[in-house]
């Protein structure tokens, strides 16, 4: 059973902090995503990897940073956090074999950027 | 880049009643079209998935039909009941592979008792 784990469910910060949102899964999987999920947008990418220290830039970058130093951990920074990046973040993780494209999801992390 | 459309946005249907919830794609390269549910206060799950090379596919009581010519696809959930009750969103694989899915805005399903 894959497990996907996300480091906060509910996270407060300040306008300006640095922010930092941990994704940790359990099942070797090669790619690994950070969305996004506001309402009546749906999800968007911010950033995906398809290995470790291997990343792209998803469709809403801006803002946003991203680390993979180990396969299974995958991080998004907030460099310097503002109140638009008030959202729920999603990670997910798929397999990464040609043809295995379903994706995990992890529970979400709710930040308020105040 | 490939764009996913998803309509209607929010849907209310009587238990027993059918649902069905559209999607249009604009990649024509696109393979791959799954479908996930979210309940309130938890986490996307796939419910059910197409391929390009198949027009139908049936689980128990949800179907998701595809026109490639057309690009568009459409989840059919029948006999529905409170549980189905949840935002669901369509989505296809992206250009350059990567697994990267590109995802509608979601629709919220009621589903009155």
């Known amino acids: 059973d894959v497990k996907v784990t996300q480091s906060s469910r509910y996270l407060v910060k300040r306008t300006g902090e640095k922010v930092f949102l941990e994704c940790v899964q359990d099942?070797?999987?090669?790619?690994m995503f950070w969305y996004r999920q506001d309402p009546g947008l749906g999800l968007r990418l911010i950033y995906f990897s398809y290995d470790v220290k291997m990343k792209e830039k998803g469709d809403i970058p801006e803002g946003y940073s991203v680390s993979r130093e180990k396969k299974e951990r995958f991080s998004l920074i907030l460099e310097s956090a503002s109140t638009n990046q008030t959202s729920m973040y999603l990670c997910a993780s798929s397999l990464g074999l040609a043809g295995s494209y379903e994706q995990y999801f992890g529970p979400g992390t709710r930040l308020t950027v105040t | 880049g490939e764009n996913v459309e998803q309509h209607p946005s929010t849907l209310s249907v009587q238990e027993g009643d059918s649902a069905v919830i559209k999607c249009t794609y604009s990649?024509?390269?696109?393979?791959?079209f799954p479908w996930y549910k979210q309940e309130l206060g938890k986490r996307p799950q796939l419910i059910i998935d197409?391929?390009?090379?198949?027009g139908e596919k049936k689980d128990q009581r949800i179907a998701v039909t595809l026109n490639k010519t057309a690009k568009h696809f459409s989840l059919h959930i029948t006999e529905t009941q409170p549980e189905d009750s949840a935002v669901y969103f369509c989505a296809a694989i992206g250009p350059r592979g990567y697994n990267k899915l590109i995802f509608g805005a979601g629709t919220r399903l009621a589903v009155h008792p």
């Open positions: 197409i391929r390009s090379n198949v």
């Open positions: 990649d024509s390269a696109s393979n791959y």
């Open positions: 099942m070797d999987h090669e790619n």
